[in-house]
């Protein structure tokens, strides 16, 4: 059974650039979130995906999207790329309802993005 | 509105020695209360959870964690430190069913084990 997978592991964009991250969930998983992680710090949470709507989202801009596929899978697209945009992006997927890990997140190994 | 605070940035402990990593936490509604481990270069792996069942929450390799409401702490501990164990960790709350179940992540707390 995989767990959360993300592609890339490795990005390096430059300022302005438009980036696309992606998200399998673990199987039987049928909600995405995803997080953000600077150098130091904890994960920051950006949005969450259940069935293929955003049902919250955290306190980042509108250059933040994303969507989630029929399969649950997900994107994570950030527009007009900034320095600041560097850090850890992290999946993270949830069991649907009724099963016993409801309420526990499943993280991914994030991708590592770098704006220059 | 949620929030946890972890106290100590840094701990460094011998092998063999007590892990303890504080966590005090803010939440508005019965929370339940998670650590997790993150190595360099990975995601995060969940240790234990706190769910409104027993207040003292047994995990992985050997840490536990006890849940006190009065004192709004969830702290980790683990009697005897591995070489292992070094590695960032993470507490963590979240609300129940109207909130998602967001995760609202402490700065983080860097452990190291000396031999």
């Known amino acids: 059974d995989a767990g959360v997978t993300q592609s890339p592991t490795h990005l390096i964009k430059t300022r302005g650039q438009q980036v696309t991250l992606r998200c399998s969930p673990k199987s039987g998983h049928d909600t995405v979130s995803w997080y953000q992680q600077a150098l130091g710090q904890g994960p920051q949470f950006i949005f969450q995906y259940y069935e293929e709507e955003e049902r919250q989202r955290g306190n980042f801009p509108d250059r933040f999207s994303g969507h989630q596929y029929p399969n649950y899978s997900s994107e994570l697209n950030v527009n007009a790329l900034l320095l600041g945009d560097s850090a850890l992006y992290l999946c993270?997927?949830?069991?649907?309802?009724?099963?016993?890990?409801?309420?526990?997140?499943?993280f991914g190994p994030g991708t590592r993005l770098t704006v220059l | 509105a949620q929030s946890v605070t972890q106290l100590g940035s840094h701990v460094s402990v011998s092998e063999g020695a007590l892990v303890l990593l504080r966590c005090n936490y803010s939440s508005s509604v019965p929370p339940y209360l998670f650590w997790y481990v993150q190595y360099p270069n990975q995601g995060l792996q969940l240790l234990l959870k706190y769910t409104s069942a027993a207040t003292l929450v047994k995990g992985i390799n050997g840490f536990e964690a006890e849940f006190k409401k009065s004192e709004t702490s969830f702290h980790l501990t683990k009697p005897s430190a591995h070489m292992s164990d070094a590695a960032e960790y993470f507490c963590a709350v979240s609300g129940f069913a109207g909130s998602n179940y967001k995760l609202t992540f402490g700065k983080g707390t860097l452990l190291t084990v000396n031999p």
């Open positions: 993270a997927s949830r069991a649907r309802r009724g099963r016993s890990s409801y309420n526990e997140q499943f």
